[in-house]
């Protein structure tokens, strides 16, 4: 007999003004904190707002805030070595996913000791818990708040690492939508893109679930309701919200079902190139789902009825290619832009295929996608995505 199981955080606040919380929450966990975040966040008060909160419950803290960039194991071992200095007993994450990942390895480690690489492909329960960890994210995207999931790049071999074990979910969430109306157009459209591909691949993967299908589908139905006016006007609360929400769905749904392809060939760019997580899926999503689609017709025919009722009354198969197209569109309104368009030389590219492919191929996500590709197979896609065009977002019939 065959059963499922769910991995969530065990308190979730969510809704405007929810981060007004964060140091009474804090307090039931611990009794000094570590905040982790970056020098955005510093900048623009969100650090301060959180040292703020804390103080008012008289809750001392450490804080780290050098993540500059993808998190790597470099932040982590900077951040880890403050952690323990400071002798904090529970970390708030405040940022994107880059923090929210960064803190994740941070609250293992300091319990369970070595370096983040130990912990690949390791599925036992870990010798220790780790800290309790608060997860605030401050984009509409990564749902790493809600995930049992982190990726880190080791800078010594360049490659991503992608570890996925219970002991990295936050203990909670805080997802005040407040919080992303800092984010700029780009980041709003990335993150935007990237919670879509959560969505999208957790309910296509071989390792579907029926609640993480729920998930998954209002998390869709949301994202293409509301991505768009979340991008042209910064100050919409209600889009904001709404995308939030479909951030934290879809995070739920793939660290409980899992992402495939996409994601696979995702992170190779960003270790490679430097490209963050968001806009390297984006680059990415239409020309996967073209690829997959044929292995995955009556699952992305519900998605295309979904995103656009009246699909009910054509074969799959064209639904599905409408689907294609109106991603297409989405992606060429959000000014996403493909390989070349980012500054990505393609004699630097071509001699990397090979190792990116094969690292696509050992990050596992490859194997949930519906078609799973062969090593050439992703070399060629890469090829695709290198200057895929966007524009091209009319059907054959138009």
Sequence with gaps: MSFHQLFMPNRIMYGPGSFDEV???????????????????????????????????????AKYTGIDSEPTDIHVREALEICRREACDVI????????????????????????????????EPYKEKPLPLIAVPTTAGTGSEVTKVTVIIDTENDVK??????????????????????????????????????????????????????????????????????????????????????????????????????????????AMFHVPHGVSNAMLLPAVLEFTKESALERLAI?????????????????????????????????????????????????????MAADALASGSPGNNPRVPTHGEIMELYRVCYDYDFEMTQSAQN
């Design 23 to 61: 140091g009474k929450l804090t307090g039931s966990f611990g009794k000094k904190a570590m905040i982790i975040s970056d020098p955005i966040m510093d900048r623009i008060g969100n650090v301060q707002l959180c040292e703020k909160y804390l103080g008012e419950q008289g809750i001392p803290y």
């Design 92 to 123: 708030v994450a405040v940022g994107g996913g880059s923090c929210l990942d960064t803190a994740k390895a941070v609250a293992v480690l300091m319990t369970n000791g070595g370096h983040i690489r130990d912990y690949v492909g390791i599925q």
């Design 161 to 270: 690492l992608m570890i996925s074990h219970p002991a990295f979910l936050p203990a909670a969430a805080i997802v005040d939508p407040v919080l992303t109306l800092s984010c700029p157009p780009s980041v709003t459209a990335a993150t935007g893109v990237d919670a879509l591909c959560h969505a999208v691949e957790a309910f296509i993967s071989r390792r579907a679930q029926p609640v993480t299908d729920t998930w998954a589908l209002q998390a869709i139905e949301l994202i293409m309701n509301n991505l768009r006016l979340a991008y042209q006007q910064k100050d919409h609360m209600e889009a904001r919200s709404e995308m939030a929400l479909a951030s934290m769905l879809a995070g739920a749904a793939f660290s409980n079902s899992s992402v495939t392809l996409v994601h696979g060939m995702s992170r190779p760019i960003g």
């Design 303 to 355: 998605v295309a009825r979904l995103v656009k009722p009246e699909m009910k009354t054509v074969s799959d198969e064209e639904a599905v290619d409408e689907l294609v197209l109106e991603i297409k569109a989405l992606c060429r309104d959000l000014k996403i832009p493909n390989m070349k368009t980012w500054g990505i030389d393609k004699e630097k590219l071509e001699p990397l295929l090979p190792k």
